[in-house]
C-alpha cells in the first residue's frame, strides 16, 4: 500500500462537461453573472460557448414573466461546439424565472432557487396557482432552496446602503455559490468589481461580501453534498481571450483597416443586436477610426458610400429592419461600384419581430431585396471567433474587386462567446489595393481583365475628374447611357464580376468521409449544433459529413461536386429554407430543410435525430 | 459638459480663400466637363450652373479637390456638367454621402446639389441633420416650387391650393419655409438669390462656398415647362426693386425703386414703412446683423414673403461654428495624444488572456 496519495474529497466528483443557466429578473444582474462566470471558466482554460437570452424590454415590470433574462454557458475539459442543449444546472432567482426555464432541465437536474422570491405576490405574477416549491411539482429535479435574498443582506450587515441597494447584489451570492460548487477562484471577479466600483467604495464591498458570502455559504453549509471540477481543455497553443462575435466583428474590421492601410469610416445607427459593434468602435479614435452615429439607417450607409468614394473603409451595420432601409443606398454602391462593407446582424422576425433573438432569415433579403438584377458577395461567419476572420474576407473582397459586401451575423454569434486564439499579426494578409492615379488610361468603367474590377479614382488625384451615379453607365467611359445593349453588357458585367469570386474562395471542405450516406449542410451560426451532431453520429458509426459555407454568394466552385458526393443532403436553418431554396435552385439537387425559428439556435439533439429520420433509423 | 473647441490647426484644410486664386490659374472654361447639358431650353438651371461654373476659379480650390454631390431630380443633373469630381446619387440622399465624405476628407471642398423635393420632401431628415453637425458643405437648393423631373406633381414648397397634375382639386398642404428650416436646423449659414440675378447669385454663391460649416442657398429657380413663372410677381426686372429687400450686413433694411420704403419692428412682427411717411426716419428701420449670436432677426426675415412683404434675398445668417470634420478630427488628435497611436496587437490581446501551451 502505497501511503503518499493524498486522501481524495470524498464529495468532489470530476466532470467533462458541465452547463449551467441563470435565470433571474432582467434587473437581478443575471447578464453579468452569466459573464464573469465564463470568464473565469475561460481564464481556467474551459472551452466555452454560452447563449445570452434577454428580453427587449430593458425593465420589464419585476417578477413577470416577460421580465425574465437568462444566460446559459457551457464550459469542458474538452472542445465544444454549442452552448449546451440543456442546463445541467438551473438557477433560478424568481419564480417568473423558474416558470420559464425549468421545462429545459433535464429530470434529475439541479435547480437551485432563490426561496425568498417565492412570495405569494411574486408566485401570483409569475401566474403559479401553488408555491411550486412545496407541492412536490419539481420532485424530479435535485432541488436546493436557498434563503438567497436574506442570507446576503445579512453578510451586508453594517454598511450605509438601503435594503433595496443591498439586494441589488444578491446575483454576486449566487454567482459566489457557483463558484464553490464548481470549485472556481473567485479573483478574477473580484478584480472586476474593484474595476467598476473603485468610486464607490461602499458598492464594492457589499458585491465582494456578497460572492464572498456565497461562496462560504457553499463551503460551509451541507446543503450540497458534492461539488465539481471541470479540468482544462486542451485546446491549441496560444494566447487566448475571451470573445463574442460582435467583439470579434468590431476587432476584425479594425485589424481589416490596418491590413489595407486605409482609415475605416463606420456609420450606423442604433439598432439590436449591432449596437455594440458602433460602441466598440467609437473607443478606437486612436486608431484613426471614424465613428458616425446617423439620423438614420439610410443616412448611415449613405455616409460610409460617400467615405468609400473618398477612399476610405466605408462601413454600416444593422439588423433586418434597417438592412431593408439601406436597400435603396447598397442598389447605388453596386451601381457606382465601390468598396463598402455592410454588416447584418440577424434577428429574428419580420418587421419589428423580436429584435433579441436570433434567426438567419436575412439570407434572401441581402441577395435579392434590391430593385432589378443587383448581385453582390456575401459572407456569413460561423462562430463568434469567427467573425474576425470574415471581417477581414469581407474587405479583403470589397477591396480586390471594387464592390459592396454584405456580411451576415446574428444575435446568436453576437451576443454568444467563446474561447478565442489570439492570431499573430504576421499571419494575416495584406489586402492593401492602390487607387488608379494615371490621368492618360483612365476609364472609370474600365476593368480589370483578372477582376473586372473597375478603376477607383478617388477625389483629389489630379486630371482624373469623373462623374459617376446611379444612372446606368457606358462601359468603359461610365458615361450616363441609355443605350439598350451597352445595359445589357453592363447587368452581366456586373453579375460576372461578383461570380468570378467563387475562383478565388476556399474550397468547401467537408468534415467527414468524403462519399457517403448523409451531407449536413449549414451557413452561419448553426455550426456549432451541426458539427457536434455529425461527431455524435460518426461516433454511433453513421456515413454522415458536415460541411458549412461561409462564402454564400457565389458559393465555392466544388460545392455541387462536394454535394454529389452524398446520397442525400440536409440543410438545417434557422429559416423557412432560404439556403435549402438556393441550393436547389442552383444545383438542382434533392436537398431536405430541417427548419426551426423559435428565436433560438438549434439543439444538437435534434439534429442527431433529423439525420436520424434521414438515414431511415428513426421514425 | 465642455463646450465643443475648434482645434487649433484644422487638418489639410483647402485653401478656401480668394488670394490663392492667384496661385491657380484656373477659369470658367476650366469647370465645364464635356458632356452636353440636358436642361429644358429656358430652364432656371442653366444660368444657376453658369455662375456656379463661373465662380469656381475664385475659390482657388485645384478643380481635383472639388466635389460635386447632387440628388435626384432636375437639379441633380448639375455634377455632370461640372469637370469636377461628381457623384450623383439616389433620391434626397446627398446630404449623407457629403457627410461621411468630407468626414474621410477634409481636404476636399463639398457641394451639395439638390431642389425643394429632393432637400425638403425625401431628403428632408437628411437636411436637417447635416445642418446641425455644421458639417461643412455648400448645399444649394433649387426651388421651383413643383416636381420637374416627374412631369409637374405638387412639392412641399408649391403654394397652398395649387393645382397641379396630382393635385387636380389643389393642394392642401401648407408649404414649407426652406430657410426657416435652415435656421431651425442650426445651419451657420443661410442665404437666398435668385436665378435670373446672375450678379446678385454670383455673389451669394462666392459668399457660400467660402464659408466654413452647414451652409444653405436656396436658389429661386423657374421651370418654364410645369410651373412657369412661380418666382415672376416679385423677381421681373420691373418690380423686384419694389418687392425684394436686398439684405446688406450691417446695413439698414431699405428697399424700393426710389430706395424710400424699409422694414421697422412693431412689436414682434416686422412692418413696411415709408420712410419721411409718418415722422419715419432711416434710424428708425431695422439693421441687418448676419452674424447675430441669436437667430431672431434670421428667422423673421426666413418667414417674409411677397405679397404681404417684399422678399429677402442675401445673406440671412453667417456665424462660425467648428464644423464637424474638425471635432472628429479633434477627438482623434485627443485620443492620439492621451492614448499614443493605436496598437493592433495589443487591441487585439486586450481583457484576461491566458496561455494554453
Known amino acids: 500500500m502505497t501511503t503518499d496519495t493524498k486522501p481524495l474529497d470524498p464529495g468532489l466528483q470530476e466532470l467533462e462537461r458541465v452547463t449551467i443557466r441563470f435565470a433571474g429578473d432582467s434587473g437581478d444582474g443575471m447578464q453579468l453573472t452569466g459573464t464573469q462566470f465564463t470568464r473565469t471558466a475561460a481564464v481556467y482554460g474551459n472551452d466555452i460557448s454560452t ?58 437536474g439541479a435547480l437551485i432557487v432563490n426561496s425568498d422570491a417565492f412570495t405569494q405576490q411574486n408566485l401570483n405574477k409569475a401566474g403559479y396557482a401553488a408555491n411550486p416549491l412545496t407541492d412536490g411539482s419539481l420532485k424530479q429535479y435535485a432541488l436546493f432552496e436557498i434563503p438567497i435574498s436574506t442570507l446576503n443582506e445579512r453578510s451586508l450587515d453594517g454598511l450605509d446602503m438601503t435594503s433595496k441597494q443591498k439586494d441589488l447584489t444578491k446575483n454576486f451570492f449566487a454567482l459566489g455559490i457557483m463558484f464553490w460548487l464548481y470549485g472556481r477562484d473567485m479573483d478574477g ?94 473607443g478606437y479614435k486612436n486608431f484613426g477610426v471614424k465613428t458616425f452615429q446617423a439620423e438614420d439607417e439610410i443616412a448611415a ?41 455592410v454588416i447584418d446582424v440577424q434577428r429574428a422576425g419580420p418587421s419589428t419581430g423580436m429584435p433579441t433573438k436570433t434567426e438567419q432569415a436575412d439570407l ?10 443587383s448581385p453582390l458577395p456575401v459572407v456569413a461567419p460561423a462562430t463568434p471567433g469567427e467573425c474576425f476572420d470574415l471581417a477581414i474576407e469581407a474587405w479583403r473582397l470589397a477591396l480586390k474587386y471594387v464592390t459592396p459586401v454584405v456580411y451576415l451575423s446574428d444575435a446568436f454569434l453576437a451576443t454568444g462567446a467563446e474561447p478565442w486564439k489570439i492570431p499573430s499579426l504576421d499571419d494575416l494578409p495584406d489586402i492593401s489595393v492602390e487607387n488608379w492615379t494615371d490621368a492618360a488610361t483612365f476609364h472609370p468603367y474600365e476593368r480589370d481583365p483578372l477582376t473586372l474590377a473597375r478603376k477607383w479614382a478617388i477625389p483629389g488625384t489630379p ?46 471542405e467537408a468534415h467527414g468521409p468524403e462519399r457517403g450516406d448523409l451531407l449536413i449542410l449549414g451557413w452561419g451560426s448553426t455550426y456549432g449544433a451541426i458539427r457536434s451532431a455529425v461527431e455524435r453520429l460518426q461516433a454511433q458509426g453513421r456515413s454522415v459529413a458536415h460541411a458549412h459555407l461561409r462564402h454564400l454568394n457565389p458559393f465555392p466552385t466544388n460545392t455541387e461536386k462536394v454535394l454529389r458526393s452524398y446520397r442525400k443532403v440536409l440543410i438545417p436553418e434557422v429559416n423557412l429554407g432560404q439556403l435549402l431554396m438556393l441550393i436547389r435552385a442552383q444545383f438542382l439537387i434533392d436537398a431536405e430543410g430541417y427548419d426551426r425559428v423559435r428565436g433560438k439556435p438549434f439543439r444538437i439533439a435534434e439534429i442527431v435525430e433529423q439525420a436520424e429520420r434521414i438515414l431511415g433509423i428513426r421514425d | 459638459m465642455t463646450e465643443p473647441t475648434m482645434p487649433t490647426t484644422p487638418p489639410d484644410q483647402p485653401p478656401l480663400s480668394a488670394e490663392n486664386a492667384a496661385v491657380i490659374q484656373l477659369t470658367r472654361k476650366d469647370f465645364v466637363s464635356d458632356q452636353e447639358v440636358r436642361w429644358c431650353p429656358g430652364c432656371g438651371d442653366y444660368s444657376i450652373l453658369a455662375q456656379t461654373q463661373k465662380q469656381m476659379p475664385d475659390f482657388g480650390v485645384p478643380k481635383e479637390k472639388i466635389v460635386f454631390i447632387s440628388g435626384i431630380g432636375c437639379s ?29 476628407r477634409p481636404d476636399l471642398m463639398v457641394w451639395v446639389i439638390t431642389g425643394d423635393g429632393d432637400a425638403l420632401s425625401i431628403g428632408g431628415n437628411h437636411v436637417i441633420h447635416s445642418m446641425r453637425r455644421n458639417v461643412d458643405i455648400t448645399m444649394v437648393m433649387f426651388n421651383n416650387r413643383i416636381y420637374g423631373l416627374t412631369k409637374g406633381q405638387a412639392s412641399p414648397t408649391s403654394e397652398f391650393g395649387k393645382k397641379t397634375k396630382s393635385t387636380p382639386a389643389g393642394t392642401v398642404d401648407t408649404p414649407i419655409m426652406p430657410l426657416t428650416i435652415a435656421l431651425a436646423a442650426e445651419a451657420s449659414f443661410v442665404a437666398r438669390s435668385v436665378d435670373t440675378h446672375t450678379e446678385h447669385l454670383q455673389g451669394t454663391l462666392q459668399r457660400a462656398g467660402m464659408h466654413h ?62 420712410i419721411g411717411e409718418n415722422g419715419i426716419a432711416e434710424s428708425d428701420l431695422l439693421v441687418h446683423d448676419e452674424q447675430a449670436d441669436e437667430p431672431y432677426l434670421a428667422l423673421m426675415l426666413s418667414r417674409m414673403f411677397w405679397p404681404d412683404y417684399p422678399v429677402p434675398v442675401g445673406v440671412l445668417r453667417a456665424v462660425p461654428r467648428p464644423t464637424h470634420d474638425q471635432l472628429i478630427e479633434g477627438q482623434i488628435a485627443a485620443a492620439t495624444a492621451a492614448l499614443g497611436q493605436g496598437d493592433l496587437a495589443d487591441v487585439l490581446a486586450s481583457g484576461e488572456t491566458w496561455t494554453v501551451d
Open chain 1, 51 to 108: 447563449l445570452p437570452d434577454f428580453p427587449a424590454e430593458i425593465r420589464a415590470p419585476a417578477g413577470s414573466l416577460p421580465g425574465v433574462s437568462g444566460f446559459q454557458i457551457s464550459f469542458s475539459s474538452n472542445d465544444i461546439h454549442t452552448p449546451g442543449d440543456e442546463p445541467d444546472v438551473l438557477v433560478a432567482m424568481n419564480p417568473a424565472a423558474l416558470k420559464t426555464n425549468v421545462g429545459d432541465l433535464p429530470a434529475g
Open chain 1, 189 to 282: 471577479t473580484i478584480r472586476w468589481i474593484d474595476d467598476k466600483f473603485g468610486k464607490r467604495p461602499v458598492v464594492a464591498e457589499a458585491n465582494k461580501r456578497a460572492l464572498k458570502a456565497g461562496y462560504a455559504f457553499g463551503e460551509t453549509t451541507e446543503i450540497f453534498h458534492t461539488h465539481y471540477r471541470v479540468a482544462p481543455a486542451h485546446l491549441p497553443p496560444g494566447t487566448y481571450r475571451n470573445i463574442t462575435g460582435n467583439e470579434a466583428t468590431a476587432l476584425g474590421m479594425l485589424a481589416a483597416s490596418k491590413l489595407a492601410g486605409r482609415p475605416l469610416f463606420y456609420g450606423s445607427y442604433p439598432i439590436t443586436p449591432a449596437s455594440d459593434i458602433l460602441h466598440q468602435l467609437s
Open chain 1, 301 to 341: 450607409i449613405g455616409a460610409a458610400i460617400g467615405a468609400s468614394y473618398g477612399g476610405a473603409m466605408g462601413m454600416t451595420a444593422s439588423s433586418g429592419p434597417g438592412i431593408a432601409l439601406k436597400s435603396e443606398a447598397l442598389g447605388l454602391a453596386i451601381m457606382v461600384e465601390l468598396p463598402l462593407v
Open chain 1, 364 to 373: 434572401l433579403q441581402v441577395l435579392f431585396g434590391r430593385n432589378s438584377d
Open chain 1, 463 to 508: 486630371g482624373l475628374e469623373h462623374r459617376i451615379g446611379g444612372l446606368e453607365k457606358a462601359d468603359i467611359t461610365g458615361n450616363v447611357s441609355y443605350d439598350p445593349e451597352n445595359h445589357h453588357r453592363m447587368q452581366l458585367l456586373r453579375q460576372a464580376k461578383v461570380a468570378r469570386i467563387a475562383d478565388d474562395i476556399p474550397p468547401l
Open chain 2, 76 to 104: 441633380g443633373r448639375l455634377p455632370y456638367y461640372m469637370n469636377t469630381y461628381g457623384f450623383h446619387t439616389i433620391h434626397g440622399r446627398a446630404p449623407t454621402l457629403a457627410t461621411g465624405l468630407k468626414a474621410a
Open chain 2, 213 to 274: 460649416g452647414s451652409t444653405f442657398v436656396e436658389i429661386l429657380q423657374n421651370c418654364n415647362i410645369f410651373n412657369d413663372g412661380a418666382w415672376r410677381d416679385f423677381t421681373d426686372r420691373e418690380v423686384r426693386e419694389d418687392r425684394m429687400l436686398v439684405l446688406e450686413h450691417g446695413k439698414p433694411m431699405i428697399f424700393g425703386k426710389d430706395r424710400d420704403k424699409g422694414i421697422r419692428l412693431r412689436g414682434l412682427h416686422p412692418e413696411v414703412v415709408t
